[in-house]
């Protein structure tokens, strides 16, 4: 699902000086009940603190200290220097910080209490008509959710993918080969194919010409902006959502209104799409049709749509892997001499390979860790009054996991800023994985009853493109003027920021067909549109 983050600043500011004063009055009505529910709470007899963290202004908090770019990176310095957990206001809400992979297991793997999400109105109620499982509160309708999910998720349904994930995956290396420097939008028209092909049974053509690729991003991108608190004051001040549009600054509505019914259109499409294609190929929507997974078909609708807002992630994963492979030339070759000793050069990997291709799968890992696309996760929110290491969070707190910051942990990865796979194999190149992780050896996909029913699909999909590039590509650095080569920058400021999901900024990166892969491109053919 789409990256959620927790505000913007600069924007904030700028939505917030064009409102009327009684925002102004309002903010500090939200700051003044918000800081009370932190110090003064009847449920906290003993007035225990709160998670040490900055002290920050009277009303606004810590707000105006965020930037609008890469807040992950002020939260880190703030985890630095607090503590593990560490607590913020931002102007009145209060939220608290996760910094070690102990103490998001500790809250968020234990007890249900931080199940909850944090009330986005725009998001929940108006965007996705509260449908969207992401973002909806725990409860009896997100169980019902979350189980029809995991109903096109479960090991066989997985297994049934994975001939899809490897015919895309060649589809992506003859695409390259053919233009190798729009490899970018091939990554995207992968992660897009695999997703609409297991759902709807529905073949992607290419990134420009298919129907329904370029309108998923773009849902993708409109829901991940709608999370941004400061974009919308609505989820500031709930009361706005009463306000007619005509009211100067409430046209946010219309264009909101506008939004949900292209969604609510292209999600229905899909899913009648998917009962069409289901004469030819079967998928997880065709399947659920009539109840079939304890939701109706709209409910059914909104299920599927969500899930193919998750290919924004999916290339994000995948396009840093392809930079890593370029600034690490050395791990390339060694993942390549593997692939060649175990698969060989007579035909594509497969996904069963990934039993016999350790080096292979610790490089996937070590992408997911190194530089993670979801660096702030999905905030949660706690649903009653708890006391942790002595620390008073009162129910309703934000709590966000920093992964970022947790992937960072130094007792657990060491030299974080390098690239070394290593770190989740012995030297048997047996895995070796975290108590807290377990077998995916880091936190990209979350935590407890919130975590990523798709991680595992997402990280098969993933493996299937690392092991198909390294099979057959070569990603070389570019040459400088004086044949120097052009070593990748990979520092964070190098990575997107914003909605989506984090990603490396264009970069400079030469592909060859390794020898012998030409004549297995010449056999593939291209999907052709009504196909
Ligand atoms: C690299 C790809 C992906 C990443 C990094 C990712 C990451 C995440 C994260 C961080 C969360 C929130 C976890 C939490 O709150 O603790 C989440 C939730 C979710 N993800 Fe993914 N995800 C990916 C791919 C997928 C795929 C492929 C699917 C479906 C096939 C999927 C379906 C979902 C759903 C339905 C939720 C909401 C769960 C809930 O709130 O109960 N994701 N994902």
Redesign the pocket.
Known sequence: ?E?ILPISTSSFLEAFDSRLTISLLALLFTAVLGFRRFTKNPNNPLNLPPPPGPRGLPILGNLLEIPSDRYWLKFDEWIQEYGPIVSINLAGKPVVLLGTPKVAADL?GISAIYSD?PRWILAHDILSKGMH????PYGEK?RRF?KA?HA??GPKALSSYHPIEEREARIYLKEVSNNPKDFRNSVKRYTAAV?LAT?YGHTVTTFDSDKYVKSIFASAARFAGSLAPGEFLVDVFPWLRYIPSWVPGAGWKKKAAEWAEDDYNLFTTMREDARVNAAKQTSFISQGLGNAYGVDDVELAYIGG??TQ?PD??M??SSGFMLAMTRWPEIQRKAQEEIDRVVGRKRFPVFQDSVNLPYVTAIVKET?RWRP??PL??P?ASSKDDVYMGYFIPKGTTVI?S?WSIHRDPETYPNPDEFIPERFLDENMNEVNTKESKAFGHH????????????T??DH??WVFAAHVLWALNLEREKDEFGNDIIPDVRPEMFTSGGE?SHPLPFKCNITLRPGVQEFLDEIELPQAGA
């Open positions: 699902m990256i968020f999400r499982i992401g973002v909806m997100h979350r999910t096109g998720l997703i759902m969500i899930i998750t992630t999916l994000s994963v997911c696309v979801a996760s999905v949660h996991s992964i990209l996909y979350g935590f407890g009853r919130r975590f990523c029913p798709g991680a699909m997402a999909a993933i999901a």
